[in-house]
């Protein structure tokens, strides 16, 4: 598994340097080449399915952010630039083209079968409700759902013995909202600047939205911890958690960098999606320039 949320002590210490260095030095250590090396394995690449498992009490409206979300990252309709599809578009330049996420099953889960209380081996039994190559199965829990680990982790990726590739992602609304929806919440390290207004007015599914697509990029970039990362397989950085904090030019630990604001709602985001959606995402490495690339 890939965990996203590993490096919030690194961030905290490098976030205390900028005080002491200030931004523009900073922003030196932070743009320094970075090397994602690739070890020779599969990628997933051209169609690839995406199964939704919804798991605890999802709203309407919430789960139509998240599917909005993925169908605008490979959506055939253009969105304004910059979008969500110039984004994962970065993908392409990884080896083997390109990955064209297509939002198949959903499965929802209101019941709570499994409790409000997971542990790792539940997320693979839900995962397991679609099993199959060239797909990705993404748990999503519910805000009052907890999970093993859920503060060290607010999201993470594998892959079953059938080479079934998975993604878990958990609502943090109220579970470590500091670290994983982060910049829509007051950080949990060094001072409490104001947070970002969300751009689809939900902080917990806004906060989600960054971790799917922190996620969905390591995936399909390194699903069997045989492609693109660096460091040690049982914990690298990959695609996106490789410039974890960076959203937009300018950015430095505890600050998230020039973002686009909405002069109606003064949400802040750097991607148009479909039905006119915009998101917060992350900065992803870009094999051509060995740099953490942003939108904006």
Partial sequence: MADICRLATLCCLLYLLSLLVGPSMAA?????PLVLKYHNGDLLKGNVTVNLVWYGRFTPAQRSIIVDF??????????????AASWWKTTEK?????????????VLHEAYTLGKSLKRY???????KFN???AITVVLTAADVAVEGFCMSCGSHGATRGKSAYVWVGNSETQCPGQCAWPFHQPLYGPQTPPLVTPNGDVGVDGMIINIATLLAGTVTNPYNSGYFQGPPSAPL???????GIYGSGSYPG???????????GASYNAHGVNGRKFLLPAMWDPQTSACKTLV
């Fill in 132 to 134: 199959a190559v060239d």
């Fill in 94 to 106: 990884y080896r083997g083209g390109s990955s064209n996420l297509v939002v198949a099953g959903q």
């Fill in 238 to 244: 990959e695609a996106v958690s490789a410039c974890t």
């Fill in 28 to 32: 030196l250590v932070q743009q320094q």
């Fill in 70 to 83: 993925i169908h605008s990252l490979s959506s055939p309709v253009k969105s304004p630039l910059p979008s």
């Fill in 122 to 128: 539940h997320l693979l039994a839900l995962a397991g």
């Fill in 255 to 265: 600050y998230p960098g020039r973002v686009l604001v909405d002069k109606t709602t």
